[in-house]
């Protein structure tokens, strides 16, 4: 089976920083993308941040210039990089992955347990 394992959330003042990371368990064939998701208490969940199999990374409108996403292929991880962090960046943060497994067919979908960020004073 597969189990992303989320760490790095907590408390911490505006303008503050937080590394999350995300460690991916189980052999994939492929990974073709990992990313960060977050849902705020009242709102839907939305895409902060994604890297491709090739490097290539999106980030959300309001997030870009202050958080950075990477990873580690030989790891299976992702890391979320954030810096002068905002009230409104509260939320719980998700990991989330899709790739290939073998024995699977197709793409699927794999979504970590969140880990809670809180910017305030």
């Known amino acids: 089976q597969v189990q992303l394992v989320e760490s790095g959330g907590g408390l911490v003042q505006p303008g503050g920083s937080l590394r999350l990371s995300c460690a991916a368990s189980g052999s994939f064939s492929s990974i073709n993308y990992m990313a960060w998701y977050r849902q705020a208490p009242g709102k839907q969940r939305e895409l902060v941040a994604r890297?491709?199999?090739?490097?290539?990374?999106t980030l959300e409108d309001s997030v870009k210039g202050r958080f950075t996403i990477s990873r580690d292929n030989a790891k299976k991880s992702v890391y979320l990089q954030m810096n002068s962090l905002k009230p409104e960046d509260t939320a719980v943060y998700y990991c989330?992955?899709?790739?290939?497994?073998?024995?699977?067919?197709?793409?699927?979908?794999?979504w970590g347990q969140g880990t809670q960020v809180t910017v305030s004073s």
């Open positions: 890297i491709d199999s090739s490097g290539i990374t």
């Open positions: 989330n992955l899709g790739g290939r497994r073998f024995s699977f067919t197709g793409v699927r979908d794999y």
